[in-house]
């Protein structure tokens, strides 16, 4: 199968580190690019059991090598599939600065899930479903769809007891709806990769950072952060993909694409959920060892999150509207599925 057919993304990559990264690769395996550390429990827990169960399903016609380095950064890994640089990538919808996956913003916004598992299953069913996630991941077969645990709020100035203790405060956030409402209740939002938040958060450049509990244990966080705040389904979420590219695919026999596909989808989106929820548990227990100070979120701060969020949403089922679908009507069938009540 062809795996490298552009090197447009390339073009910072030495011709020695990309002839490292695909050593050793059969002509019969496919390629997916991992940007995660590689005991991530995305990693470790997700993608390489996922590919194990490709291998098994199709009886070892299709196997999944994943490198041991990213392929360019994390923002580029959509197109690194999509253009056919590797077959396979996974990576965050709000990495993508332009408009291509508006619809997929139904997996970011506040109170949307209190278990990853359960939000992983209804994204995967409304937004993969109900608003036809596949039409907007042109280029590539979107084989899953997930989400994080419920975002929390981490900072090591002050806790959060009033929508005025937000204003002033330099955080990092992964881009999308979470940036806009954090901006919005006067954070001084920074975009950078997760793998970077450990130096800035060190040496003082940000205070703090919106994070999955999970984090603060996977990235080591503790020693620089004292207060995480809790929010009702999340205060925010995440939205992951994992693609392969196109013609890749189309190369696939019926047979073994009907079995990749069986776990695939829901049977990923478990997959993934469950990791995460553990994950988060593991992370949950560790960060109270620490003496992190971990509370839930204050009812006036709720309500101004509420206030905004409301607004983000109907901005967001307007712009929706515009590509045919019914953005409210979507995220109301998303919540009612993971039994979120506002």
Not at 26 to 46: G, M, Q
Not at 104 to 132: C, H, M, P
């Amino acid at each position: 199968m062809k795996h490298i057919k552009s090197l447009s993304l390339l073009a910072g990559l030495t011709a020695t580190a990309i002839t490292g990264l695909v050593a050793n690769a059969s002509a019969d395996e496919l390629v997916l690019s991992s940007w995660l550390p590689p005991k991530h429990p995305i990693v470790t827990e997700v993608i390489n059991p996922w590919a194990e169960q490709v291998a098994d399903v199709t009886e070892g016609r299709v196997t999944v090598r994943v490198l041991p380095k990213p392929v360019g950064s994390p923002p580029e890994h959509f197109d690194l599939a999509a253009e056919g640089i590797v077959d396979i990538t996974y990576g965050l919808h709000s990495f993508t600065k332009d408009e291509r996956f508006l619809r997929s913003r139904i997996g970011q916004f506040s109170f949307i899930a209190n278990t990853a598992t359960e939000g992983s299953k209804a994204y995967w069913n409304v937004y993969g479903g109900t608003l036809d996630a596949q039409a907007e991941h042109k280029g590539t077969k979107l084989l899953g769809l997930w989400v994080h645990g419920p975002g929390m709020f981490h900072n090591n100035q002050r806790k959060i007891e009033t929508p005025e203790d937000f204003s002033g405060l330099k955080i990092r956030t992964p881009g999308g709806y979470i940036a806009n409402l954090a901006q919005n209740l006067g954070v001084i939002t920074q975009f950078m990769g997760p793998g970077e938040v450990y130096e800035k958060l060190s040496r003082g450049v940000i205070d703090g950072v919106t994070f999955p509990v999970e984090a603060i244990k996977s990235f080591k966080l503790t020693d620089y952060v004292k207060y995480s705040m809790k929010v009702p389904g999340g205060i925010y979420n995440t939205s992951w993909f994992l693609v392969m590219n196109e013609d890749i695919w189309d190369g696939i026999s019926a047979e073994d694409q009907a079995a990749i596909e069986k776990v695939s989808g829901e049977a990923l989106a478990e997959l993934a959920g469950g990791a995460w929820d553990a994950s988060d548990a593991r992370g949950a227990a560790f960060v109270e060892e620490q003496g992190v100070e971990v509370y839930d979120a204050p009812a006036p701060v709720l309500a101004r999150i509420k206030e905004l969020a409301d607004k983000e949403e109907a901005a967001w089922a307007d712009a929706v509207k515009t590509t045919g679908f019914d953005g409210l009507a979507a995220l109301a069938e998303m919540r009612s599925q993971t039994g979120i009540s506002e």
